[in-house]
């Protein structure tokens, strides 16, 4: 189905991933963006260089935050990394399904604890990542070890992290529709590999157009290079709006 959205609406469902290496590129970029109403991602590259004061300051300018460093650890340091995410005020945080129920509980017990001392005005958005959209089905059957095909997996990995309490998970937009199937409509999608028509592939394995995307049901769209590494970083997004909020 063709959705037809409004440029306020398609710029909120567009996460552009600030992957720089230093603050000061990250932030020379932001700047670009800033009063377009799209989301930022903050991944590791950056985040590991400079810290929760990006994210401070991302926030100061104005912007929604999906911090994406994708835990993956025992329960109770989930836990208590949940709980730090939390104070730093961003929107939407992910860790990985294959830690399985409890570390994906301990996740949402985290982020309740903030909440519940104060240490948090709100509560993010927690979503976990099934496979990685440089997955193939050749590296999931013989090297990750997991049999059948990538969407088996993803759904199986989307249906536990539902049961677990967790509001989405990160998956490609291909199998976003088994995934509202299995667990509803109103569980997030959040895609990346999403690529406009001509973009190169890059690593990605698993990719579709926005406008694609969008009708297949994704909630959130990923966008890293291909507005990044634009000439214009926001005329690349505004190309990409325009898209969405076009019959």
Not at 38 to 46: A, P, Q
Not at 68 to 85: E, Q, Y
Not at 147 to 161: F, Q, T
Not at 189 to 208: F, H, S
């Amino acid at each position: 189905m063709t959705l037809t959205l409004t440029r306020e609406e398609a710029a909120g469902r567009i996460m552009v991933g600030l992957d720089k290496p230093d603050a000061q590129s990250a932030l020379q970029l932001a700047g670009r963006l800033e009063g377009t109403g799209c989301w930022v991602k903050v991944g590791m590259e950056l985040f590991y260089a400079a810290g929760h004061e990006i994210v401070q300051e991302l926030k100061n300018r104005g912007f929604k935050i999906f911090l994406d460093l994708k835990m993956h650890d025992i329960p109770n340091t989930v836990r208590g990394g949940a709980r730090s995410i939390a104070r730093m005020g961003v929107d939407m945080f992910n860790v990985h399904a294959a830690g399985g129920s409890a570390m994906m509980q301990a996740a949402m017990q985290g982020v309740g604890e903030a909440v519940a001392a104060g240490e948090a005005q709100a509560a993010p958005l927690v979503i976990a990542v099934t496979q990685l959209t440089s997955t193939s089905r050749e590296t999931l059957n013989g090297e990750i070890g997991i049999a059948g095909s990538v969407e088996e997996a993803v759904v199986r990995y989307a249906v536990l992290a539902k049961h677990a309490g967790l509001q989405g998970v990160v998956a490609s937009p291909l199998e976003v529709e088994a995934i509202k199937a299995a667990c509803g409509e109103g569980f997030l999608a959040v895609t990346p590999g999403i690529r406009p028509a001509g973009a190169a592939l890059g690593d990605q394995a698993r990719v579709t157009t926005p406008r694609e995307a969008v009708d297949g049901g994704s909630d959130y769209l990923v966008i890293g290079r291909p507005i990044v590494a634009a000439p214009d970083p926001a005329q690349a997004l505004e190309s990409i709006l325009k898209e969405l909020t076009e019959a």
